[in-house]
């Protein structure tokens, strides 16, 4: 699978988007982008994937470079909860890694 | 519809005993994977399924065992328990190309 590129840490204000990148430069043609976060020690957690297109769904934006060697998770309006660390995650079939993430605060 | 579960939640070994941890998912999906995670760390691959009957190493194989006899188990064994196992244990099941939801982990201690 294509290794994935993140910023180690970022700091967002509360209320305001929060845009986490990821770099995937050798993504493969059938390669999904997937996102899941973590909060403290609870197993990972479901955000958005995407393939070519822009997703969106009631928890985040997804938005893929049309070259596919990029993209970002946009949470909208950013929230305390929020605050967690955030994997990127390239993958086609079944082996899936997640790598060291970003970790996101959301302060006040 | 219970999801992923996993059992034990937690559980304490001496070094050089033997464990398996148990993963059920009811939701008749084909992938399965087990996960650790070492504090602070990133979540790392031990050994995934893409089907009943088959198992793939990940990135941190060594030391481990897996079996995947029926479609809705898939089980992470340790053969002679080191301290550097030591560790939070996630699985987890898919479809293919689906989202993957997670259990809720098993906590290992291994003095």
Same mark, same amino acid.
């Given at each position: 699978?294509?290794?994935?590129? =993140? !910023?180690? #840490? +970022?700091?967002?204000?509360?209320?305001?988007?929060?845009?986490? !990148?990821?770099?995937?430069?050798?993504? #493969?043609? *059938?390669?999904?982008?997937?996102?899941?976060? =973590?909060?403290?020690? =609870?197993? !990972? =957690?479901?955000?958005?994937?995407?393939?070519? *297109?822009?997703?969106? *769904?009631? +928890?985040?934006?997804?938005?893929?470079?049309?070259?596919?060697?990029? #993209?970002?998770?946009?949470? !909208?309006?950013? /929230?305390?909860?929020? /605050?967690? &660390?955030?994997?990127?995650?390239?993958? &086609?079939?079944?082996? +899936?890694?997640?790598?060291?993430?970003?970790?996101? /605060? &959301?302060?006040? | 519809?219970? $999801?992923?579960?996993?059992?034990?939640?937690?559980?304490?070994?001496?070094? $050089?005993? %033997?464990?398996?941890?148990?993963?059920?998912?009811?939701?008749?999906?084909?992938?399965?994977?087990?996960?650790?995670?070492?504090? @602070?760390? @990133?979540?790392?691959?031990?050994?995934? %399924?893409? $089907?009943? @009957?088959?198992?793939?190493? $990940?990135?941190?194989?060594?030391?481990?065992?897996? %079996?995947?006899?029926?479609?809705?188990?898939?089980?992470?064994?340790?053969? %002679?328990?080191?301290?550097?196992?030591?560790?939070?244990?996630?699985?987890?099941?898919?479809?293919?190309?689906?989202?993957?939801?997670?259990?809720? @982990?098993?906590?290992?201690?291994?003095?």
């Amino acid at each position: 699978d294509a290794k994935t590129t =993140q !910023p180690t #840490s +970022m700091d967002c204000a509360e209320g305001r988007a929060a845009n986490l !990148p990821c770099n995937h430069s050798t993504i #493969s043609g *059938n390669e999904y982008v997937y996102w899941y976060r =973590q909060i403290h020690s =609870q197993g !990972p =957690q479901y955000i958005i994937h995407g393939l070519k *297109n822009n997703e969106t *769904n009631e +928890m985040a934006s997804l938005i893929i470079t049309e070259d596919r060697k990029s #993209s970002t998770l946009i949470l !909208p309006h950013a /929230t305390l909860r929020d /605050t967690a &660390v955030y994997y990127c995650i390239v993958r &086609v079939g079944g082996d +899936m890694r997640f790598g060291a993430g970003t970790r996101l /605060t &959301v302060k006040p | 519809n219970a $999801g992923v579960t996993q059992t034990p939640k937690f559980r304490v070994l001496k070094t $050089g005993q %033997s464990m398996t941890l148990l993963c059920a998912q009811d939701m008749n999906h084909e992938y399965m994977y087990w996960y650790r995670q070492d504090p @602070g760390m @990133g979540l790392r691959l031990i050994h995934y %399924s893409v $089907g009943e @009957g088959t198992t793939a190493k $990940g990135e941190v194989p060594d030391g481990y065992n897996v %079996s995947r006899l029926k479609k809705q188990n898939f089980l992470l064994g340790l053969e %002679s328990a080191a301290p550097s196992q030591t560790s939070v244990y996630f699985c987890a099941s898919s479809p293919p190309q689906r989202t993957i939801p997670f259990g809720p @982990g098993t906590r290992l201690t291994v003095t």
